[in-house]
């Protein structure tokens, strides 16, 4: 089991940048597979990002492509998420997933253990 604690959201101005950091407890971080999600009001959860156990593989979602970038270290059991140029439609509150497999990072049923999340809000 592992537990997930978000920081690093708070208010920024369009084209902006903000680095969310997701800190996990225990000893085998290495072990999950990271993933990055975000959800607005009145909106599902949406995938963001996500990354392999040892960082070599990563996937992003179609709207943050270039802009967003996922990042691990493991000796800090520590999940990244640099997020620049950042736009109004970013606004949501972020959480941090650990998941076992990579079969198909990019859905939320995947996942086994959730952060409490970190709002981000962009202002135009």
């Known amino acids: 089991q592992v537990q997930l604690v978000e920081s690093g959201g708070g208010l920024v101005q369009a084209g902006g940048s903000l680095r969310l950091s997701c800190a996990a407890s225990?000893?085998?971080?290495?072990?999950?597979?990271m993933g990055w999600f975000r959800q607005a009001p009145g909106k599902e959860r949406e995938f963001v990002a996500a990354?392999?156990?040892?960082?070599?593989?990563?996937n992003y979602a179609d709207s943050v492509k270039g802009r967003f970038t996922i990042s691990r270290d493991n000796a800090k059991n520590t999940v990244y998420l640099r997020m620049n140029s950042l736009k109004p439609e970013d606004t949501a509150v972020y959480y941090c997933?650990?998941?076992?497999?990579?079969?198909?990072?990019?859905?939320?049923?995947?996942?086994?253990?959730w952060g409490q999340g970190t709002q981000v809000t962009v202002s135009s």
């Open positions: 990354i392999s156990w040892s960082g070599s593989r990563t």
């Open positions: 997933a650990a998941s076992y497999y990579y079969r198909d990072p990019s859905t939320v049923g995947e996942y086994d253990y």
């Open positions: 225990g000893r085998t971080f290495s072990s999950y597979v």
